[in-house]
């Protein structure tokens, strides 16, 4: 077993900045695609997603199937799961969506603040078997700790509510980059060259805005935004 470890931890180092790598050992299963991921979580949310499997070998496989990942900010050489799943009568060619839960926590040197890539892999239980990796971004960013005005920066979100344009300006310090983001973390707006930002196609409601500094302070502001 720890030598399949191995095996599987140097593919995947092999491939961590690839889209979609090649089999590095004898394999049975190919993850297609992440479904229902947002690209931007919130940090040490939980979240429901799905990977779509498609069964490349050529035998019929029923049984428990192990999702096994790598992050670029990990220790190389570990992994960890995102939870096991079921696939019952799986024919050479099929796809099936398999449903998995996951925290994507930053307090276990997992996840960081930022943008993560990420490695997953696809894992037989028995027999034991691997095969096909596939690599995607999440970028992580902390709405459980938004600052409230005036704290740390000088920053100004106005107007609020904002309707159709919301506008960033600090006196103090220069802003690089302008986001904003919904109450669920997925980022639905930014910006590196306008302060002043369109947000009349938003639905009405609650969303975090984000400016970036030059000395690399990250500034919050919770904004109501958009037209009903």
Known sequence: ?????????????????????????????SIDQVVGLPDTLNANGQYSFGFLLRNVGNSLYSGTINFDFYVDSMVPGTSQSFGVGQVGG????????????????????????????????????????AADSLTFH?????LNSVEESGKTSDLKIFPNPA???????????????????????RLVLQSKEHLKIFTGHLTEGVYIAE???????????KIIAGRN
């Not at 470890?5 to 790598?21: E, H, I, P, W, Y």
């Not at 839960?101 to 892999?121: A, C, E, K, L, Q």
């Not at 919301?166 to 973390?185: A, H, P, Q």
């Open 90 to 129: 799986f024919t050479p060619g099929d796809t099936s969506l398999i449903p998995v839960t996951y925290t994507f926590s930053i307090s276990n040197n997992t996840f960081n603040i930022g943008d993560n890539v990420v490695v997953v892999w696809p894992r037989a239980i028995n027999p034991n078997s």
């Open 1 to 29: 077993m720890k030598k399949l470890v191995s095996l599987l931890s140097a593919a995947l180092l092999a491939a961590v900045f690839s889209t979609k790598t090649q089999a590095q050992f004898a394999g049975t299963f």
């Open 138 to 142: 999440v970028y992580i960013t902390n």
């Open 163 to 185: 309707q159709d344009f919301v506008s960033f300006t600090s006196e103090k310090n220069t802003i690089e980059e302008v986001r904003l983001y919904d109450m669920s973390g």
């Open 211 to 221: 400016a970036h500094f030059a000395d690399g302070i990250i500034s919050r502001r």
